[in-house]
Structures are given as C-alpha cells and as structure tokens.
C-alpha cells in the first residue's frame, strides 16, 4: 500500500513537499514515481526514482521539482519548488517492480492547489 501525505493549498512561486509512505512491498526493488491529475484532465507522469541517482522529470516540472527516496523509512518525496498555477491537480505517488513497465501500486493521492 502506499499512502500520499503533503498536499495543500500555496501561492504561485511556493513550496510543498509530498510524502509517500509504502507498505507490503520490497520497497528497494521498487521504482517510485509520481503522477498528477490536474482539474479536468487526463493522469500525467511527474517523475520518477529509478535508483542509482537516475531520476527522471517530466518537462513541465525540471528544474523545479526533486525526487528522493529513503529506503529506511520506505518513503519517497517530491519536493515541488517554484510551484505554478498549472501545477494545481492531484498528485499521487506509485510503485513498479524494477523488472516491469506496470505501475501496479497506487496511493490515495493528495490535492495541490497553487493560487494566489
């Protein structure tokens, strides 16, 4: 299970950090990522913790945004700076075993809401 924590609301130019907790999985032989949904549109990919300091970004976010993980507390972030009105949307963490493409562990999702 993963269970997403950190969302709120912040003005344009902010920062949040998200939290995702995993349970029930091997969490080092997992890749973590996260995804948002904004308001009226289809899930999107955000980035995502390949391990090894091979993290990887959608454009819309690098320079921007920062993944991290910490394998002993089973937890991956995303530290979200400089946040825009377009980054508004609901963001949820996931996890795929290192050996698949299938994003099969999904959390709950946590709402980020950036307006002045």
């Known amino acids: 299970q993963l269970q997403a924590s950190g969302g709120g609301w912040v003005q344009p130019g902010g920062s949040l950090r998200l939290s995702c907790a995993a349970s029930g999985l091997t969490f080092r032989t997992h890749i973590m990522g996260w995804f948002r949904q904004p308001p009226g549109k289809e899930r999107e990919f955000v980035a995502n913790?390949?391990?090894?300091?091979?993290?990887g970004y959608s454009d819309s976010v690098k320079g921007r945004f920062t993944i991290s993980r910490d394998n002993a507390k089973n937890t991956v972030y995303l530290q979200m700076n400089g946040l825009l009105p377009e980054d508004t949307a609901v963001y949820y963490c996931a996890a795929r075993h290192v050996s698949t493409s299938n994003w099969r562990f999904w959390g709950q999702g946590t709402l980020v809401t950036v307006s002045s």
């Open positions: 913790d390949l391990g090894r300091g091979m993290p």
